[in-house]
């Protein structure tokens, strides 16, 4: 899991846009044919041989024994849920000439402090990386992994274009990804079912109906909150959604400055979710409610649809079988949108003293073994490690359906005075305090304050 995005009470924004070409449809390729709950996937353990062969004939030197490397993840890692003691664990196991020393930095300033380290080179030896705007700053300072990766296993890795130059792996790969995910919305089938509810709304319309069914059932037909402990609610999950009512290549235009976010389109969209709010179909102090995620627990909600895959583990491990995804159907039409990215993924810094052993701890995490270890808690990035919990499949089975556009997630390529605007205004829009216009030239003022360095073309496609 992500446990920066898990735990962020605000995402640090990126310095810079990023300026280059993605191909939107390979966002996430898992085989389209491969349902978790209908077909058994196999998987296999290499052993630590295996693992130390495949890496050997990547060209990694020989490493002389006891050497320790650090890591630094980000957030909170709690002892019984905790991905990267989990991977280290596993690591020194296969490994048992390299020790790691696995240090959780804050979340909030984790960019800053990396930057700052990295420029004097006394940062860590491995660093915890998000893909997008929020890497172009540590290029400097990152190796390539096509020394420690063999491109066969590159070819196969979901997101890994991301992390890339030009974003193509091809070309410099500066961090291996190593969970995928999404933004999600959740819904509790049992709620559904009382409410008389038997399918997920998909359009505004069946959204709009579905919420009167549940409010006069006595139930908040969608909850929201500051359920990563913010100001307020983290408006990115809801504003990837909303902006899907354009093609991927008006999110360029928008991103690059060519069209304004203060256009039609947009603004009809935070009209419809602030109407919601009017109806009385989201909680009263949805703005900044700390009890959201508890309550949807509780089953005093039917629908929470600001959310993301980081919460699937703890959603499944308190509800069962009662709560299934739900795309959030902001859309006039039957919605085909599906928002995923590469999670969090390791870099290797160039200035480390022992380079070739971060290298070998990168590669681990793409390896069979490293991905065997990541499918125990999140979602892995190589396809035939099927995670224990359906959720996350079900989301990796949405990404692969045929009619399903992949978009990535919107606030991994805004400027960081854009990326503060969407964050502050953006929730003021669902509750009305302030008019979608006004919000969404909060954000052109914002994209017209920046340096011309930032204004980057982007394009994602048609």
Not at 64 to 79: K, L, S, Y
Not at 409 to 430: C, G, I, K, S, Y
């Amino acid at each position: 899991m992500n446990v920066a995005r898990a735990n962020a009470a605000v995402r640090i924004p990126p310095a810079t846009a990023a300026s280059a070409t993605v191909p939107i449809g390979s966002t996430i390729s898992y085989p389209r044919n491969c349902n978790p709950k209908e077909k058994i996937m196999r998987m296999w353990v290499r052993s630590a041989f295996a693992a130390t062969m495949m890496l050997g004939a990547a060209g990694i030197p020989a490493l002389a024994d006891d050497i320790t490397i650090t890591v630094w993840g980000q957030g909170d890692c709690p002892p019984e849920n905790c991905l990267g003691a989990a991977m280290v664990e596993a690591f020194e196991k296969a490994n048992p000439g390299i020790k790691v020393n696995l240090v959780q930095q804050p979340v909030d300033g984790y960019f800053t402090n990396l930057l700052a380290q990295s420029v004097i080179k006394r940062g860590p030896d491995v660093a915890s990386m998000w893909a997008g705007g929020y890497m172009d700053q540590f290029k400097p300072y990152m190796a390539d992994l096509h020394k420690y990766v063999p491109d066969n296993i590159l070819d196969s890795v979901n997101g890994v274009d991301f992390f890339s130059e030009g974003y193509n792996h091809k070309n410099a790969v500066y961090a291996a990804p190593g969970t995928a995910q999404w933004y999600i919305g959740y819904y509790n089938k049992k709620v559904f079912k009382d409410a008389g509810i038997d399918a997920v709304p998909t359009s505004w319309d069946e959204l709009a109906a579905d919420s009167k069914l549940l409010k006069d059932k006595g139930y908040i037909p969608i909850v929201q909150g500051a359920v990563d402990g913010g100001a307020s609610f983290a408006a990115w999950e809801d504003w990837s959604y909303l902006a899907t009512a354009l093609p991927p290549g008006d999110w360029s235009k928008m991103l690059s400055g060519e069209m304004p976010y203060n256009n039609p389109t947009m603004v009809a969209q935070l009209t419809k979710w602030n109407q919601l709010f009017k109806d009385g179909y989201f909680n009263a102090d949805a703005y900044n409610s700390p009890t959201a995620l508890e309550d949807f627990i509780a089953g005093k909600a039917g629908m929470y649809l600001g959310g993301g895959s980081w919460q699937a583990g703890n959603l499944a491990k308190a509800m069962g079988d009662d709560v299934g995804i739900i795309v959030p159907p902001y859309s006039d039409t039957p919605t085909k949108a599906a928002v995923s990215f590469a999670g969090g993924g390791y870099a290797v810094m160039n200035y480390s003293k022992n380079v070739d052993a971060a290298g070998k701890f990168a590669a681990f995490t793409l390896s069979d073994e490293g991905q065997t270890v990541i499918a125990k808690f999140d979602a892995p990035t190589r396809a035939g490690f099927p995670n224990s919990n359906p959720l996350l499949n079900d989301m990796a089975t949405l990404s692969g359906k045929a009619d399903t556009v992949n978009y990535p997630m919107f606030d991994n390529f805004t400027q960081a005075p854009v990326t503060d605007a969407l964050a502050r205004n953006v929730p003021q829009a669902l509750v009305g305090q302030m008019s979608p216009a006004d919000v969404l030239s909060s954000m052109d003022a914002a994209y017209a304050s920046l340096p011309a360095d930032q204004k980057k073309p982007i394009s994602f496609g048609n």
